[in-house]
């Protein structure tokens, strides 16, 4: 199973949520929220775990290790495999300088979002622009790759049909 995307930033961030997604039947098997893993399901995970499991990372990697049963799994992009079993994450939020963030899903929103950085850019406001990046790289939309929303191309580009940007490719799955 291949899982390297080059083209889509999937690099597991300590500060961000996730659902844990198993990738052959799409069950839930949990969430990740700033390291913490808790079942979706009510596993019993003895009196003495405040969570079922957390995330490490360090020179060897980034691993899940789960607390009642001590099982590990390893995180590499955002796939998960634990037990033998294929699991991806899927972003739901992400935490910058304290603030949370829910991926944009509204194209409109997007399309305004991404009109504003440019100003934001043209006029060389740089506090601006960085404030709103977080919300466009998180966003379930991207910039078109056939025009790159560039103004001249985009009216007769077929990617996009016209609106400059796209949404993202899924996680997996697609072929
Ligand atoms: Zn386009």
Redesign the pocket.
């Known amino acids: 199973m291949q899982l390297v995307e080059p083209a889509s930033p999937g690099q597991y961030r300590g500060a961000s949520t996730y659902d844990v997604q198993q990738v052959d039947n799409g069950k839930l098997l949990g969430t990740i929220s700033r390291s913490i893993f808790n079942f979706d399901s009510d596993q019993p995970r003895g009196a003495s775990f405040p969570y079922d499991g957390k995330v490490y990372s360090d020179a060897d990697g980034v691993r899940l290790t789960l607390g009642l049963s001590r099982k590990i799994g390893r995180i590499s992009g955002l796939a998960l495999e634990l037990s033998g079993r294929q699991y991806r994450l899927i972003e739901t939020h992400r935490i910058v300088r304290g603030v949370d963030y829910k991926p944009l899903d509204d194209p409109d929103a997007y399309r305004a979002l991404v009109n504003a950085a440019q100003v934001a850019h043209e006029h060389r406001d740089l506090r601006t622009f960085e404030k709103m990046r977080p919300h466009i790289e998180s966003a379930a939309f991207c910039i078109?790759p056939?025009?790159l929303d560039c103004f001249a191309a985009?009216d007769d580009?077929p990617?996009?049909a016209g609106k400059?940007f796209v949404a993202k490719a899924a996680p997996a799955g697609s072929d």
Do not use: A, I, L
Request: hydrophobic letters at 0%.
């Open positions: 078109c056939g025009c985009q580009c990617t996009c400059g």
